[in-house]
C-alpha cells in the first residue's frame, strides 16, 4: 500500500506515454483519491503540502507527472529528493509497455507522442524510455500493461489500492512462455526450461497446467520438488528484505518455452505456498489462454 503520513496518502503515477496513465487516474478516482494529470514538477512539494495542512480533507493523492512536462520534467528528480530530505513519504507507479505494444495503441488512437515533434514515433518512444530509466529505477511499482485489458488493468490498481483492504505486501506470480517474451516489469525471473516438459508427451501436448495430469507430471519429478524447495528457501530469505527496503509490490515471473505446462504448474504451486507463508499473492498465466481451445 502507498505510505502514510499525518492520514496523507502519496502516489506519483509516471511511465511511457501509451502505457495506461490514463486508465488508472480513471480508476484512482473511483477509489477517492484526489487525482491531478500533469502537475509541473516543481509543484511537487507545494501540493504535498497544502494535503498536509488540509486537516484531513485531502487524504490520498495522485499526481501524474511525465514527459508532458517538457523542460519542466527535468525538474522531477530534484523535487523528489526534497521531498527525501523533508521526510514526505511517496510511492512511485511507472508503467510500462512494449515498444510494438505502444506503437500500435497511437496509431490505433490517433493521438501524437510528446517527443514526436522532432522524430518519428519509434524514435520518440526509444528516446522517452531513454529519458525515464533512471526514474523507473527508483520506482516501487512497474506495471507492464503490453497484455492488460482496462479491465485487468483496473483490477489490478484495486488490489494494490483499495483502501479497505490492508494486504502490506503483494507478491505477483506470472506465468510466462520465452518465445513470447519476458514480461517487462518483473522483478524475480525463473527459468524453469530446466524440467521435464509434458509437451513431448503426446497425451498432455494440448494440455495446460492447469490440467491435473500434468500438474502431477511436473511437480512429481525428483527434479522439480529439489528445486521447489531450493527456491522457496531463497524467497523466503529475499522477500523480508525487500519489505524492509519499502518495496510493496514483488513481479516474480516464472517461465518456459511456451507459458503453457511447466510454468503454469509452478506458478500455481509457488503462489500456494507464499500463501501458506502468510503474504498476499496474486497468480496470473499471461499466455495460457493461448493454448486454451474452446469446449
Known amino acids: 500500500m502507498v505510505q502514510k503520513e499525518e492520514g496523507l496518502q502519496v502516489l ?12 488508472v487516474i480513471n480508476c484512482l478516482e473511483d477509489l477517492q483519491y484526489y487525482c491531478v494529470d500533469n502537475l509541473p514538477p516543481t509543484l511537487l512539494t507545494k501540493f504535498i503540502e497544502l494535503g498536509l495542512q488540509s486537516q484531513g480533507k485531502i487524504d490520498k493523492v495522485a499526481l501524474v507527472i511525465d514527459v508532458r512536462g517538457g523542460d519542466y520534467f ?42 514526436t515533434s522532432s522524430s518519428r514515433l519509434l524514435d520518440a518512444i526509444q528516446e522517452e524510455r531513454t529519458m525515464l530509466q533512471e526514474l523507473r529505477g527508483q520506482a516501487n511499482i512497474v506495471i507492464d500493461t503490453s497484455d492488460l485489458s482496462n479491465r485487468e488493468l483496473k ?29 517487462l516489469d518483473a522483478d524475480i525471473v525463473m527459468d524453469v526450461r530446466f524440467l521435464p516438459n509434458p509437451f513431448y508427451d503426446p497425451v498432455m501436448r494440448n ?30 530469505f529475499l522477500i523480508p528484505h525487500y519489505i524492509s ?47 486454451k481451445t474452446e469446449a
Open 207 to 236: 494440455m495446460t497446467g492447469e490440467d491435473q495430469a500434468v500438474v502431477d507430471y511436473v511437480l512429481d519429478s525428483p527434479v522439480t520438488q529439489a528445486f521447489s524447495r531450493r527456491f522457496l528457501n531463497l524467497l523466503k
Open 12 to 23: 506519483i503515477i509516471t511511465g511511457m506515454s501509451g502505457a495506461g496513465k490514463s486508465q
Open 74 to 115: 527535468h525538474d522531477l528528480s530534484r523535487a523528489l529528493e526534497e521531498l527525501k530530505e523533508r521526510e514526505m513519504p511517496y510511492e512511485i507507479l511507472f508503467l510500462e509497455a512494449s515498444d510494438e505494444v505502444l506503437v500500435r495503441r497511437f496509431k490505433e488512437s490517433r493521438r501524437r507522442h510528446p517527443l
Open 155 to 183: 483490477e489490478k490498481l484495486i488490489n494494490m489500492y483499495e483502501t479497505d483492504r490492508d494486504t502490506g505486501f503483494t507478491v505477483n506470480v506470472v506465468s510466462f512462455g520465452y518465445k513470447l517474451g519476458i514480461p
Open 245 to 291: 527496503e519499502g518495496k510493496t509490490n514483488l513481479s516474480l515471473s516464472v517461465g518456459c518455452t511456451g507459458g503453457q505446462h511447466r510454468s503454469v504448474v509452478l506458478a500455481d504451486y509457488i503462489g500456494k505456498q507464499l500463501r501458506n507463508m502468510g503474504y498476499y499473492v496474486l497468480v496470473k498465466h499471461r499466455d495460457i489462454s493461448k493454448y
